[in-house]
């Protein structure tokens, strides 16, 4: 089984920063993906970014240049450093580990830690 334990949502005002972590235990295979998704009240959850074990990284257009993603293997933790917040970036935060085989993967969510940003 794999637990994702979130923290460092809050409150911000406009232009400020947060950083937020995940940390993830229990049954963690080497090579995964862990990553960031959000969702805004009456709206879908969405992508923020994600980072695979290897390196790679993908990130919404609305945050490109804005927040950036970051991970310790060693710690099995993510993070998501976010600059320049907006309104618009108010959501629960999810964090999220994708990993398995090219034939069965297992994804796995965390709790969810509130961002408001104020205008």
């Known amino acids: 089984q794999v637990q994702l334990m979130e923290s460092g949502g809050g409150l911000v005002q406009a232009g400020g920063s947060l950083r937020l972590s995940c940390a993830a235990s229990?049954?963690?295979?080497?090579?995964?993906?862990m990553g960031w998704y959000r969702q805004a009240p009456e709206k879908q959850r969405e992508l923020v970014a994600t980072l695979a074990s290897g390196g790679n990284t993908n990130y919404a257009d609305s945050v490109k240049g804005r927040f950036t993603i970051s991970r310790d293997n060693a710690k099995n933790t993510v993070y998501l450093q976010m600059n320049a917040l907006k309104p618009e970036d108010t959501a629960v935060y999810y964090c999220n580990l994708l990993q398995g085989t090219p034939f069965a993967s297992d994804t796995y969510w965390g709790q969810g830690t509130q961002v408001t940003v104020s205008s």
């Open positions: 229990g049954s963690i295979f080497s090579i995964n993906v």
